[in-house]
């Protein structure tokens, strides 16, 4: 099977690839929405990222990647205590998947030829301790993407039908893309993406030729072109495994909680969903930057990231949300 194409390797998109790195630092940031133009990278990110983490540890023959048979369900009936590596899981959802294809449902053919209620795994189990993708979240219907929500937010995938009541992990970091001018979430659930990213095209030439040039390589000469990157992606695999350490040693003044609220409330930024998926995010990123203290520089480098997608719309304002979020960083913390 072709390997990925090297994170390392996708030119320009900054802020979707940093934002991807924090959620690899630290997944309980809660997921990342990218949206944008199509061919801009999108599942590719996602691929390449998963790829280049380490695999992980996993029960032989467990429908939600377990990593131990302690954690394993008792519905799934395995046996043994042998582990083997496999890749962090990626899973699309597509378009269209019925509730019971995503969360799992009664396994008819074990009804009708043994009579016997058993439970066939859906998307969710087979995403857990990985990535779930979904391409074109905006046209999803709201119900699946609420469920979706709900669980990534839980860790767990509840199920309740047909006389069964199942229930399992389901840890994993939400990918969502999509393209706005062809439908938009409503505000409620981007208030729930952890963080968020709008991509576009290249408008420099140069940009484009080189993305042109490495597609092309990565296509003709394979081999070549993943030793290429080997190094570039391990060096970046270390610094995010580093992080994850560090991120339990950082620490986090009493201001920096102070700067984090008051910019959330600057913004008008309901609820305390802002602050607190801020809060994870500049100290991922502190984490990233091989940082001992969380300060006003990791805060102000992440707030657009995690602060965007939730602020009220403004019909008066055409400067976009982007732009905003700058100026009220900017009024509350001081230039950078």
């Not at 802020?15 to 949206?35: C, E, H, Q, R, Y």
């Not at 009541?165 to 938009?184: D, K, Q, T």
């Not at 990565?218 to 060096?235: G, K, P, S, V």
Request: with cysteine.
């Amino acid at each position: 099977m072709k390997q990925p194409f090297p994170f390392s390797a996708i030119v320009g998109q900054s802020d979707m690839k940093n934002a991807m790195v924090l959620t690899a630092i630290d997944p309980s940031i809660g997921g990342v929405l990218v949206f944008g133009d199509r061919g801009t990278g999108k599942s590719t990110a996602v691929r390449a990222l998963a790829a280049l983490l380490p695999p992980i540890k996993a029960l032989k023959g467990c429908p939600v990647n377990a990593a131990s048979a302690e954690d394993s369900p008792e519905w799934a009936g395995i046996k043994t205590k042998a582990q083997h590596k496999i890749p962090t899981p990626v899973i699309d959802l597509p378009l269209g998947a019925s509730e019971d294809r995503v969360t799992g449902a009664l396994d008819i053919e074990k009804a009708l030829t043994n009579g016997e209620k058993a439970f066939q795994p859906g998307l969710l189990a087979r995403a857990n301790r990985g990535y779930l993708y979904i391409d074109e979240v905006n046209l999803l219907e709201d119900h699946i993407v609420d469920l979706l929500l709900d669980v990534a937010q839980s860790g767990e995938n509840v199920v309740e039908r047909e006389g069964l009541s199942i229930r399992h992990p389901a840890r994993f970091v939400l990918v969502g893309s999509g393209n706005p001018e062809e439908g938009e979430l409503r505000p409620q659930l981007l208030d729930r993406f952890g963080l968020s990213v709008d991509v576009a095209s290249p408008t420099n030439i140069d940009e484009r030729v080189e993305v042109i040039k490495r597609r092309d390589a990565y296509e003709t000469d394979h081999a070549a072109f993943m030793l290429r990157w080997q190094a570039e992606d391990a060096a970046l695999r270390d610094r995010i495994l580093k992080a994850r350490k560090a991120l339990k040693r950082l620490k986090t003044p009493e201001q920096s909680l102070r700067d984090v609220a008051e910019l959330c409330m600057n913004l008008g930024s309901d609820g305390l969903r802002g602050e607190l998926t801020l809060l994870k995010a500049a100290r991922a990123y502190a984490a990233f930057r091989d940082d001992t203290a969380l300060g006003r520089s990791h805060i102000r480098d992440v707030a657009g990231l995690a602060l965007r997608h939730r602020m009220r719309r403004d019909p008066l304002d055409d400067a976009g949300s982007g732009t905003r979020v700058a100026r009220i960083v900017e009024e509350t913390l001081g230039a950078g």
